[in-house]
C-alpha cells in the first residue's frame, strides 16, 4: 500500500522560494500520478499542478505557472514542488496526492493516497 509523507513546509518571506518534497513508502512512486494541492483556511482545497506517469508531463494552476515546478527523483522515491517568487496568497496547507490513472489533475476526489499536508506561510 502506497503511502506518502509530505516535507520542506515553512515560514518564507514573500519573494522567497521553498521546495516540498513528497517522499512515497511501500511502492514505487513513478508508477504513480501525483498531484499538489493546497487548501488556505476557510477556502476549498485547490490543485497546483500534477506530473503525470508518462513522460513527466506537468500541469499548473495558471496562477503558479512560471513560479512553481514539479519534478520527479525515482530514485529518492520523491516527487517534488519547487515553489518561488512566493506571495502571501501562497500561504496554505500543502498536500500531495497520488494516484494510477486519476481521471483529473484538478479533483482531489481523483486520487486515492494522500499525506497529511504541509504548512507554507508567506509573510513578511
Known amino acids: 500500500q502506497l503511502q506518502v509523507v509530505e516535507s520542506g513546509g515553512g515560514l518564507v518571506q514573500p519573494g522567497g522560494s521553498l521546495r516540498l518534497s513528497c517522499t512515497a513508502s511501500?511502492?514505487?512512486?513513478?508508477?504513480?500520478?501525483v498531484g499538489w494541492f493546497r487548501q488556505a483556511p476557510g477556502k476549498e482545497r485547490e490543485g497546483v499542478g500534477c506530473i503525470r506517469i508518462t513522460g513527466g508531463l506537468t500541469n499548473y494552476l495558471p496562477s503558479v505557472e512560471g513560479r512553481f515546478t514539479i519534478s520527479r527523483d525515482n530514485a529518492k522515491n520523491t516527487v517534488y514542488l519547487q515553489m518561488n517568487s512566493l506571495r502571501p496568497e501562497d500561504t496554505a496547507v500543502y498536500y500531495c496526492?497520488?494516484?494510477?490513472?486519476?481521471?483529473?489533475?484538478?479533483?482531489?476526489?481523483?486520487?486515492?493516497?494522500w499525506g497529511q499536508g504541509t504548512q507554507v506561510t508567506v509573510s513578511g
Open positions: 496526492a497520488a494516484d494510477y490513472s486519476p481521471y483529473s489533475c484538478w479533483k482531489a476526489s481523483a486520487f486515492d493516497h
Open positions: 511501500g511502492d514505487a512512486l513513478e508508477n504513480y500520478a
